[in-house]
């Protein structure tokens, strides 16, 4: 269906596509939002009297006669404020308080403090674990659950595939013993921690992700066999593991509030009663924080002194990579009293605009996934890179932007699949596969009423085959198009987004511009879609001669995207020939070379070099030495690729056309065929050639992990072998042991013939 009505090599996932509509969904919420402007003042001041005489302190100003001052929190993402309670300040109010103030005497008008205690996280789960390593080490998921395989199959770490967060009772006693040793026996609670899943759809088969052993190995005695990422995650996990079982941190949270007239603001020329709040935490216990302190998702709503909106995935971050708000510092107030006199050292007005809610991360994602509880761990990363693959969501940062094909994709299973992209019939459905996993559903009964539908639901009302029935009925121009506004329209082509708007003059042709790719969704403004038609190449633009043909080369913006080409002298034709004639003539003379442009490359600004390169492709890479056949590195519809007679293999990269080798060719030939659009990744390592198939020897990441290979003998490495380590000589000796095992011949099936039933014997005829 989406290959008829979107584009083809699309796929729609029951997870996936509900995980490109969140980020589908976060985008329009992007797109929509109408920024608010709002002014606050903070205020330096300090104790007059007590112990702490002379001791400074900020306080953010809070109420107006009894009024509170508005924060970003209390602006719709329309730019209205939710509330008539709060009052905006703007800069010409928030500057007059700030002089009306000056020389104004304050006092502590309240004084509140309470008790300060914060719990451990849990162990690792397969999600949490994605989530934290995204946050603090900037890993992408597929990279974490690559890294963890690792440390698990060399057997650093326990089995990184769990929904549990339950530790075994050896591991209880390795991370109480070793929290203990490190830091003393006061950070150990008197009884072991025990965490429960939270998800209850979890799968507990295995323990929490841990550092392996009934004896925990801390990063410096493992920092001598592993480094890099390994080191890094394995490091994110002890810590994560001893802190599980180590004593709460404690301490106290003081508020104050300060109060004072601010003469001339008041109705009729009063004065206005103004409050300034602030709040300080002091740790007196760190506990647990003195191993680990988890991470946290962007804060839409902190007050992020870089300016940054959340677009890229990041905000002002602790260094962990969790957001911190300006207010979350922890600080210690001065000891105060009710009554008593602060001085205020220096005011200032501070000027804010609201923020966007943020573009979800992985860690976020994976989060939105788990709460609604959609999907497995042991699936997360898979989606991931899934809908990256396809082309719905590419990373910006830490941040994952949709693509105008995602936009269509969600539109079209919104508007006429809506209960397949419906998350709590996602979440139903996970449930319905483990009941019907477990034996307690019927599998012929359930797949029964999801096709054909029995009236008695929304999801079973009508079923699949009635949706698939009425495809002939999906408008596949409407569904790829996206108002813009002013009448522009963004439509999704079969060679990528492009604008089309009214005609420059009535009854002209509509104006056309592409997108470039680097365009996020919410920035594609009016303005923005105006600028670019303005922007655009009418007609040919003129690169320069080709020195070896003398001949013109143009750049062009086609029905199928931009593209170069020569222009050729018209063909002399004798005008006495007969129509059909003249038609094969011009069908026998030379074609302009033509080529598209690549992917990186814009109309604007291409050079003559840039398409004499284009324009030398297909190039002739060498001869197939067994074949005698030419293999060329051209570009294709769905990419760069190799061709030798019938049998194409796809390529890495575009740059990899005009500079991939014969040897490097042989190489990828000599891999297994994969599937369309499953790029030919390069070796982790090269290691020469092997003597006895006179092949190169390289290492590459499998699905099933590392592996090394000749091209025609494949041998995975041992657990004791990493890529990085293992030598020429290993992998000399692991294919030879692999070509001496014999392969296990099958004996041949026997079919015994049919027994054949004797006809049956017809009655015959009655005589007449």
């Not at 052993?213 to 890094?232: C, H, K, L, M, Y």
């Not at 301490?251 to 509030?257: D, E, F, I, N, Q």
């Not at 797949?447 to 054909?452: A, E, I, Q, V």
Request: with cysteine.
């Amino acid at each position: 269906m989406l290959w008829r009505k979107v584009r083809q090599g699309l796929s729609a996932g029951r997870v996936q596509s509900v995980a490109t509509r969140l980020v589908v969904e976060r985008e329009r919420e992007r797109m929509a939002f109408c920024a608010a402007d709002y002014w606050d003042v903070v205020g330096e001041f300090a104790a007059v009297v007590g112990p702490d005489a002379g001791e400074s302190f900020r306080a953010r100003l809070t109420s107006l006669d009894g009024r509170r001052v508005a924060s970003g929190r209390d602006f719709d993402d329309r730019g209205q404020l939710r509330s008539g309670d709060a009052v905006q300040l703007d800069e010409a109010s928030a500057g007059a308080l700030v002089a009306a103030l000056d020389g104004a005497d304050v006092t502590v008008r309240s004084l509140e403090t309470k008790p300060y205690t914060r719990r451990p996280a849990a162990p690792f789960t397969t999600s949490t674990l994605q989530q934290e390593a995204s946050r603090k080490l900037r890993f992408g998921s597929r990279q974490t659950m690559r890294t963890a395989q690792t440390l698990y199959e060399n057997g650093y770490i326990t089995y990184m595939r769990t929904d549990s967060p339950v530790l075994s009772t050896q591991a209880i006693d390795a991370a109480r013993r070793q929290a203990a040793e490190l830091y003393g026996p006061e950070y150990v609670p008197d009884a072991p921690r025990v965490y429960a899943a939270k998800n209850k759809g979890a799968q507990e088969a295995h323990e929490a992700i841990r550092p392996a052993g009934d004896a925990f190995r801390t990063p410096a005695e493992v920092s001598r066999e592993i480094s890099g990422d390994q080191f890094r995650l394995y490091e994110l996990i002890w810590k994560r593991t001893v802190a599980s079982q180590m004593a709460d941190s404690r301490g106290s949270t003081a508020s104050v509030r300060l109060g004072a007239l601010a003469p001339g603001l008041g109705a009729g020329g009063s004065a206005q009663d103004v409050v300034f709040s602030a709040s300080g935490t002091v740790i007196t216990f760190r506990g647990f924080m003195a191993a680990y302190e988890e991470g946290r998702d962007v804060d839409r709503y902190a007050d992020r002194a870089d300016g940054t909106d959340g677009a890229d995935g990041t905000s002002g971050t602790d260094g962990a990579g969790g957001a911190k708000d300006k207010d979350d510092v922890q600080s210690r107030l001065p000891q105060l009293a009710e009554g008593d006199a602060v001085d205020p050292r220096g005011l200032e007005s501070d000027g804010h605009r609201t923020s966007p809610p943020p573009r979800f991360t992985e860690a976020s994602l994976i989060k939105a996934l788990e709460e609604r509880g959609i999907g497995r761990p042991s699936t997360y990363a898979a989606t991931i890179s899934v809908i990256q693959d396809r082309g719905y969501v590419t990373s910006r940062g830490q941040a994952l932007v949709p693509s105008w094909l995602a936009f269509a994709v969600t539109r079209l299973l919104e508007e006429h699949f809506d209960w397949l992209v419906d998350y709590d019939f996602t979440a139903e459905m996970e449930n319905d596969l483990d009941a019907i996993a477990a034996g307690d559903k019927e599998r012929v009964a359930w797949l029964t009423r999801f096709y054909f539908g029995d009236g008695t639901g929304r999801t079973e009302g009508e079923g699949l085959r009635h949706l698939v029935d009425d495809l002939g009925e999906i408008d596949a121009r409407e569904v790829n198009s996206i108002p813009i506004g002013d009448g522009i329209t963004l439509r999704v082509g079969r060679y990528g987004p492009y604008l089309e708007g009214p005609p420059e003059v009535e009854g002209g042709e509509p104006r056309r511009a592409s997108v470039p790719e680097d365009l996020a969704p919410d920035e594609l403004t009016v303005a923005k879609a105006l600028e670019l038609f303005e922007t655009q190449v009418d007609g040919d633009l003129v690169l320069g001669e080709d020195p070896s043909t003398a001949t013109s080369i143009v750049a062009r913006s086609g029905r199928f995207g931009p593209y170069v080409t020569e222009l050729l002298p018209e063909p002399e034709i004798d005008p006495g020939l007969s129509a059909a004639a003249k038609k094969k003539a011009l069908a026998a003379a030379p074609k302009p070379r033509t080529a598209s442009l690549l992917k990186s490359m814009q109309l604007q600004t291409i050079t003559l070099d840039d398409a004499l390169r284009l324009l030398s492709l297909p190039r002739v890479v060498g001869l197939d030495p067994e074949s005698g056949e030419p293999i060329t590195a051209q570009n294709g519809r769905y990419g760069p690729y190799l061709k030798k007679g019938t049998d194409s293999r796809t390529l890495a990269s575009e740059e990899a056309m005009f500079d991939v080798t014969l040897e490097e060719a042989l190489a990828i030939y000599a891999q297994p065929k994969r599937g369309r659009g499953t790029a030919t990744t390069p070796p982790l390592r090269e290691l020469g050639v092997d003597p006895t198939s006179e092949r190169p020897i390289v290492v590459k990441e499998g699905r099933f992990g590392a592996y090394v290979t000749d091209g025609e003998t494949n041998r995975t490495l041992p657990r004791d072998v990493t890529p990085e380590s293992i030598t020429p000589e290993q992998a000399i000796e692991l294919l030879a042991e692999k070509r001496a095992q014999a392969p296990t011949k099958k004996k041949p099936t026997v079919r015994k013939p049919a027994a054949r039933k004797p006809a049956a014997k017809k009655p015959a005829a009655a005589k007449r």
